[in-house]
Protein backbone atom coordinates (compact mmCIF):
# COMPACT_ATOMS: atom_id res chain seq x y z
CA UNK A 1 0.00 0.00 0.00
CA UNK A 2 2.82 2.36 0.40
CA UNK A 3 4.37 2.16 -3.03
CA UNK A 4 0.30 2.77 -4.07
CA UNK A 5 -0.18 5.62 -6.45
CA UNK A 6 -2.17 8.47 -4.91
CA UNK A 7 -2.29 11.25 -8.07
CA UNK A 8 0.02 13.17 -5.69
CA UNK A 9 3.05 12.29 -6.94
CA UNK A 10 6.38 11.16 -4.77
CA UNK A 11 6.67 13.46 -2.73
CA UNK A 12 3.29 12.82 -0.91
CA UNK A 13 2.41 9.35 -0.86
CA UNK A 14 -0.44 7.73 0.61
CA UNK A 15 0.94 6.60 3.39
CA UNK A 16 2.37 10.20 3.82
CA UNK A 17 -1.06 11.99 3.85
CA UNK A 18 -2.21 9.43 6.21
CA UNK A 19 0.67 9.97 8.35
CA UNK A 20 0.18 13.49 8.19
CA UNK A 21 -3.78 13.42 8.93
CA UNK A 22 -2.96 11.35 12.01
CA UNK A 23 -0.14 14.09 13.12
CA UNK A 24 -3.07 16.88 12.30
CA UNK A 25 -5.40 14.70 14.40
CA UNK A 26 -3.32 14.31 17.18
CA UNK A 27 -1.78 18.06 17.40
CA UNK A 28 -5.38 19.47 17.10
CA UNK A 29 -4.19 21.45 13.76
CA UNK A 30 -6.85 23.55 12.29
CA UNK A 31 -4.22 23.41 8.67
CA UNK A 32 -1.01 22.28 7.09
CA UNK A 33 0.65 23.55 4.14
CA UNK A 34 3.43 21.49 2.66
CA UNK A 35 5.58 21.92 -0.40
CA UNK A 36 8.27 20.07 -1.96
CA UNK A 37 9.81 20.85 -4.91
CA UNK A 38 7.09 21.54 -7.50
CA UNK A 39 4.44 19.24 -5.73
CA UNK A 40 2.23 20.74 -2.48
CA UNK A 41 -0.46 19.86 -0.27
CA UNK A 42 -2.97 21.57 2.18
CA UNK A 43 -4.24 20.00 4.47
CA UNK A 44 -7.36 21.65 5.96
CA UNK A 45 -10.14 20.73 8.52
CA UNK A 46 -13.45 21.00 7.88
CA UNK A 47 -15.21 19.88 11.18
CA UNK A 48 -14.30 17.27 11.86
CA UNK A 49 -12.76 16.13 8.69
CA UNK A 50 -9.93 16.31 7.32
CA UNK A 51 -9.96 18.11 3.28
CA UNK A 52 -6.93 18.04 1.50
CA UNK A 53 -6.51 20.54 -0.95
CA UNK A 54 -4.46 19.43 -4.03
CA UNK A 55 -3.87 21.90 -7.07
CA UNK A 56 -4.44 20.44 -10.29
CA UNK A 57 -1.02 19.82 -12.07
CA UNK A 58 -0.08 22.43 -14.88
CA UNK A 59 -2.68 22.51 -17.84
CA UNK A 60 -1.38 21.82 -21.10
CA UNK A 61 -1.88 22.81 -24.67
CA UNK A 62 -2.98 19.49 -26.31
CA UNK A 63 -5.35 18.03 -28.98
CA UNK A 64 -8.80 16.71 -27.05
CA UNK A 65 -9.00 12.70 -27.91
CA UNK A 66 -10.83 11.43 -31.43
CA UNK A 67 -14.66 11.26 -29.64
CA UNK A 68 -14.58 15.33 -28.48
CA UNK A 69 -13.24 16.29 -31.84
CA UNK A 70 -16.49 14.89 -33.78
CA UNK A 71 -18.52 16.41 -30.79
CA UNK A 72 -16.73 20.03 -31.36
CA UNK A 73 -13.53 20.79 -32.64
CA UNK A 74 -11.89 23.20 -29.64
CA UNK A 75 -9.78 26.75 -30.89
CA UNK A 76 -5.91 25.35 -31.39
CA UNK A 77 -5.48 27.24 -28.53
CA UNK A 78 -7.18 25.81 -25.80
CA UNK A 79 -5.57 24.75 -22.78
CA UNK A 80 -7.42 21.49 -20.85
CA UNK A 81 -7.64 21.29 -17.37
CA UNK A 82 -7.00 17.49 -16.53
CA UNK A 83 -7.82 15.60 -13.92
CA UNK A 84 -4.94 15.09 -11.09
CA UNK A 85 -6.36 11.80 -9.73
CA UNK A 86 -9.13 9.37 -10.08
CA UNK A 87 -12.18 9.83 -8.30
CA UNK A 88 -15.46 11.25 -8.52
CA UNK A 89 -15.96 14.81 -10.11
CA UNK A 90 -18.13 17.53 -8.50
CA UNK A 91 -18.82 20.74 -9.94
CA UNK A 92 -20.08 22.21 -6.78
CA UNK A 93 -18.85 22.05 -3.38
CA UNK A 94 -22.23 20.12 -2.31
CA UNK A 95 -25.35 19.43 -4.09
CA UNK A 96 -27.26 21.87 -3.38
CA UNK A 97 -24.80 24.72 -3.86
CA UNK A 98 -23.86 26.99 -7.12
CA UNK A 99 -21.29 25.45 -9.48
CA UNK A 100 -17.34 26.52 -8.71
CA UNK A 101 -17.41 27.47 -12.50
CA UNK A 102 -20.01 27.33 -15.79
CA UNK A 103 -19.17 28.10 -19.89
CA UNK A 104 -18.10 31.54 -19.94
CA UNK A 105 -16.72 32.29 -16.14
CA UNK A 106 -13.26 33.41 -16.14
CA UNK A 107 -10.37 31.67 -13.86
CA UNK A 108 -7.21 32.52 -12.74
CA UNK A 109 -4.64 30.23 -11.93
CA UNK A 110 -5.89 29.67 -8.05
CA UNK A 111 -9.56 29.48 -9.09
CA UNK A 112 -10.99 26.59 -7.93
CA UNK A 113 -12.95 24.52 -10.65
CA UNK A 114 -13.92 21.59 -9.10
CA UNK A 115 -13.75 18.92 -6.74
CA UNK A 116 -12.24 15.34 -7.09
CA UNK A 117 -13.68 12.75 -4.34
CA UNK A 118 -10.75 9.98 -3.79
CA UNK A 119 -11.01 7.37 -1.06
CA UNK A 120 -13.76 10.25 0.82
CA UNK A 121 -11.06 12.83 0.89
CA UNK A 122 -12.11 15.96 -1.15
CA UNK A 123 -9.90 17.68 -3.24
CA UNK A 124 -10.54 21.18 -4.56
CA UNK A 125 -8.99 21.45 -8.02
CA UNK A 126 -7.74 24.96 -9.09
CA UNK A 127 -7.39 25.71 -12.40
CA UNK A 128 -3.64 26.61 -12.89
CA UNK A 129 -4.40 28.70 -15.69
CA UNK A 130 -5.90 31.91 -17.07
CA UNK A 131 -9.20 32.03 -19.59
CA UNK A 132 -12.72 31.79 -19.76
CA UNK A 133 -14.29 27.92 -19.46
CA UNK A 134 -15.36 27.31 -22.95
CA UNK A 135 -16.29 23.75 -22.25
CA UNK A 136 -16.68 21.50 -19.28
CA UNK A 137 -16.00 17.67 -20.68
CA UNK A 138 -17.38 15.73 -17.92
CA UNK A 139 -20.67 15.38 -16.17
CA UNK A 140 -21.49 15.73 -12.25
CA UNK A 141 -20.93 13.18 -9.80
CA UNK A 142 -19.51 11.16 -12.52
CA UNK A 143 -16.14 9.16 -11.99
CA UNK A 144 -12.83 10.62 -13.66
CA UNK A 145 -9.93 8.92 -14.25
CA UNK A 146 -6.18 10.68 -14.17
CA UNK A 147 -5.05 12.85 -17.04
CA UNK A 148 -8.78 13.09 -18.06
CA UNK A 149 -10.21 16.17 -19.53
CA UNK A 150 -12.41 18.12 -16.79
CA UNK A 151 -12.43 21.48 -18.83
CA UNK A 152 -11.41 23.24 -21.77
CA UNK A 153 -10.31 27.11 -21.52
CA UNK A 154 -9.50 29.73 -23.96
CA UNK A 155 -6.41 32.08 -22.67
CA UNK A 156 -7.40 34.64 -24.95
CA UNK A 157 -10.97 34.78 -23.53
Known amino acids: M ?10 FDLKSLRQLVK ?3 ENDLAELDLRS ?23 VHASPPAAARAAAEPAANVIEIKSP ?4 FYR ?16 DSD ?11 FNEITADCRGKIVAVAVENAQPVEFGQVLFRVDPTG
Not at 39 to 58: D, M, S, T, Y
Not at 85 to 88: A, N, P
Not at 92 to 107: C, L, T, W
Request: charged share 20%; hydrophobic share 45%.
Open 37 to 59: GTQRIRLRKRGNEVVPVVPAPAA
Open 92 to 107: AASPDAEPFIQVGSHV
Open 85 to 88: MLGT
Open 2 to 11: ANEPSGLGEA
Open 111 to 121: TVVCIIEAMKV
Open 23 to 25: LMN
